[in-house]
C-alpha cells in the first residue's frame, strides 16, 4: 500500500487542491485514511482503482472526471 498526501493526489491527478477538495466533497474519492490529527493520507491504489473504473463507464458530464480521464488516458 503506497499512501500518499493531498498535495501529492492533486498532482497524481494533475488538478489543483481546490479541486480535491471538491471532489471529496462530492465522494468522487475514496474515503482518505485518516493516520492523526492533520494527517490525512489517500491510498494510491484505490485512486488507480477509481480511475480505471471511470474510464469504463460513459457520461463524462462532471469537468473534474472528464479532466481525469483526458490526463489519465490521453
Known amino acids: 500500500m ?6 501529492q493526489l492533486a498532482d497524481y491527478l494533475s488538478v489543483s487542491l481546490t479541486t480535491i477538495g471538491r471532489m ?3 465522494g468522487e474519492l475514496p474515503d482518505p485514511i485518516r493516520l492523526g490529527p492533520g494527517i490525512v493520507r489517500w491510498d494510491l ?7 480505471d473504473s471511470k474510464s469504463t463507464t460513459s457520461g463524462y458530464d462532471d469537468p ?3 479532466l481525469l480521464k483526458e490526463v489519465n488516458h490521453g
Open 24 to 26: 471529496a466533497k462530492r
Open 64 to 66: 473534474d472526471m472528464q
Open 2 to 7: 503506497r499512501l500518499i498526501n493531498k498535495r
Open 45 to 51: 491504489q484505490k485512486i488507480d482503482l477509481l480511475i
